[in-house]
């Protein structure tokens, strides 16, 4: 098995605060699995290695395995995929040689898709509040334990492996040129205290387990904004709405995967 180091040294500025576990000397003895949903998956940059899974040739783990060549790179993150999903049709690769591991998931627990229909420039807001207020609740009195289970057979599957949970980002710009300021404060808002709840099980899962905040890094860069890492939220972006972009994967989560893995 190969062995993983504490790296105390503090990532550069851009992504401050974020402590890195370092990769054993060559990522080519790495064994890398990647988990999650459609923004782990790569939904919004096409081509697509499969269409099922809006499953992307230029998605952040792709774009990781392209830049490090490790030993072995599974991929079996897919479009729409709740935690349920991860433990039915994901933890098959995982093993004790698996290395690391990156996780994205839990939107879909609280339905994402929905409130994105829900909040679209088109639609009331009242529609979208009360859809984000139901995910809310969701998020706060389901998604803690279904998280919490899904890291325990994860770490179960893959016992040596360094685990990387991804967060989500803010739709949209706080001053965007879409929607109107109520809808983009509640649909900022809700993505906080998600990400709040998923980083508060990521620290109590373990040693293991190492928890990646995407805000900074997309801070100025929602969508609807003058320098956009995410599709708009609108029913002509079809599947990739509310998705990062190829920024959003080369600019946004690629930079911050790479600070915690060396």
Request: aromatic share 6%; net charge positive.
């Amino acid at each position: 098995m190969k062995k993983w180091y504490v790296r105390l040294a503090i990532a550069l500025v851009p992504l401050a605060g974020i402590v890195a576990f370092a990769l054993p000397a060559s990522a080519a003895t790495v064994d890398y699995v990647a988990l999650g949903d459609s923004y782990a998956s790569g939904t919004g940059v096409p081509p697509y290695s499969d269409l099922t899974c809006t499953r992307s040739t230029r998605g952040y783990p792709v774009l990781w395995a392209i830049q490090h060549s490790p030993s072995s790179f599974v991929n079996v993150s897919c479009g729409g995929a709740t935690t349920a999903d991860v433990l039915n049709n994901q933890l098959g690769p995982l093993n004790a040689g698996t290395d690391l591991v990156t996780l994205q998931i839990g939107g879909n627990d609280v339905n994402f898709a929905n409130t994105v229909l829900a909040c679209g420039p088109l639609t009331s807001t009242n529609g979208c509040l009360n859809s984000i207020n139901s995910g809310l609740n969701l998020a706060r009195n389901t998604l803690p334990g279904r998280l919490d289970n899904t890291y325990a057979q994860v770490r179960s599957r893959a016992p040596n492996a360094k685990i990387v949970v991804l967060g989500y980002v803010r739709l949209v710009e706080p001053n965007g040129n879409c929607l109107n300021r109520t809808k983009r404060t509640a649909l900022n808002n809700a993505a906080d205290e998600l990400n709040t709840i998923i980083k508060g099980r990521v620290q109590a899962a373990g040693a293991n387990f190492v928890y990646i905040d995407a805000i900074a890094r997309f801070t100025g860069h929602g969508a609807c904004g003058n320098s956009p890492w995410l599709h708009t939220l609108s029913l002509t972006e079809g599947v990739q709405a509310a998705h990062p972009n190829l920024n959003g994967n080369q600019q946004g989560y690629l930079p911050l995967l790479n600070a915690v893995t060396g």
